[in-house]
């Protein structure tokens, strides 16, 4: 295998699931979470590809696929909840959303 | 080192680069449309990373579903409900803002900190691989030999994604009473 090792890979992921972790703790404008949230799965792809390639082995392909259609479907009804928030006029601010508050 | 090995070097720390830059603008850009916009240069540089990793056939679906699909999908939603500002660290940084960098941080060392104790010494030398490592036709076959199940729940995983996305955009709002929220007219 030519160019960094595995190693490398996994220190570029977890730093970049950090960096989206960071994003979802830290902003309040539920699209900007679902985009970070976005990052972090893309982060655990790097991580399950890493391993795939360092075993050889082509189900961590399979499984990055799979993570790839949950991260589609979770796009999907995450816009889909936040277009209906707003149809319902409730402020897009994630600090907000307490109406399940006990 | 021959001159295939530095290019391979050089490409992947510009495309670390690159995903690092990207990332940290899809965080930090006030306006969900150039996140949004970010998120595009993430995902391409994503995808030279898992070239190099000889996931060929990956890389081509992450580009097709996220840049292709998915931000396409954001950008609407952005352009539908206008670009809001929302700048948590105006004002100087906040307790929120010490804490997150504080957990973000105690992340990415526990992750390493564990692999490098269960795996440290297991990380260096990768196997050999075939050239139908990655490719579509390896990944097809896997799918429907080993993994058929999982195949067929995630069709049924996006059928009830797209079902529950277009009960989502289409049932009419009820009235709302709930606290904090303005009076919703009857439609």
Redesign the interface.
């Given at each position: 295998?030519?160019?960094?090792?595995?190693?490398?890979?996994?220190?570029?992921s977890?730093?970049?699931?950090?960096?989206?972790?960071?994003?979802v703790?830290?902003?309040?404008?539920p699209?900007?979470v679902?985009?970070?949230l976005?990052?972090m799965l893309?982060a655990g792809?790097?991580a399950l590809?890493?391993f795939?390639?360092?075993?050889?082995?082509?189900?961590g392909?399979?499984f990055?696929?799979?993570v790839?259609?949950?991260?589609?479907?979770?796009?999907?009804?995450g816009?889909?909840?936040?277009?209906?928030m707003?149809?319902?006029?409730?402020e897009?601010?994630v600090d907000?959303l307490?109406?399940l508050r006990g | 080192m021959d001159a295939?090995?530095i290019l391979?070097?050089l490409?992947?720390i510009g495309a670390?680069t690159a995903?690092?830059a990207s990332?940290?603008a899809?965080?930090l850009?006030q306006n969900?449309f150039y996140?949004?916009l970010s998120?595009i240069v993430?995902?391409a540089s994503?995808a030279v990373?898992?070239l190099?990793?000889?996931?060929e056939?990956?890389a081509a679906?992450?580009v097709l579903?996220?840049a292709g699909?998915?931000v396409v999908?954001?950008l609407f939603?952005?352009a539908?409900?206008g670009g809001?500002a929302?700048a948590?660290?105006a004002g100087g940084p906040t307790l929120?803002?010490f804490?997150?960098?504080l957990?973000?941080?105690a992340?990415?060392v526990e992750?390493?900190v564990v692999?490098a104790l269960t795996a440290?010494d297991r990380?260096?030398d990768?196997?050999?691989?075939s050239d139908a490592?990655?490719s579509p036709a390896?990944?097809g076959r896997?799918?429907i030999s080993?993994?058929l199940l999982?195949f067929e729940a995630?069709s049924i995983?996006?059928l009830?994604?797209?079902v529950?996305?277009v009960i989502?955009?289409t049932?009419a709002?009820r009235t709302?009473r709930?606290?904090?929220?303005?009076e919703?007219p009857e439609r």
């Open positions: 295998m030519m160019g960094p090792g595995i190693a490398s890979y996994l220190v570029v977890v730093v970049l699931f950090s960096i989206g972790a960071f994003g703790l830290i902003r309040r404008s699209l900007i679902l985009l970070a976005e990052i893309n792809n790097l590809l890493a795939a390639r360092h075993l050889g082995d082509g189900d392909h399979v990055a696929l799979a790839m259609v949950v991260a589609a479907s979770e796009a999907v009804i816009l889909g909840l936040i277009v209906a707003s149809r319902l006029r409730v897009l601010d907000k307490t109406t | 295939g090995e391979v070097w490409v992947w670390a995903l690092f990332g940290l899809v965080v850009f969900p996140s949004a998120l993430n995902l994503l990373l898992f190099l990793l000889s996931a056939f990956v679906a992450q579903v996220y699909a998915v999908m954001f939603v952005t539908y409900l809001r929302d948590p660290w929120q803002s804490f997150a960098v957990a973000a941080g992340i990415a992750v390493v692999i440290g990380l260096t990768p196997a050999e691989i490592f990655g390896e990944i896997l799918f080993d993994h999982a995630t995983v996006l009830v994604a797209a529950g996305g989502l955009g049932t709002p709302v709930a606290e904090g929220r303005a919703v």
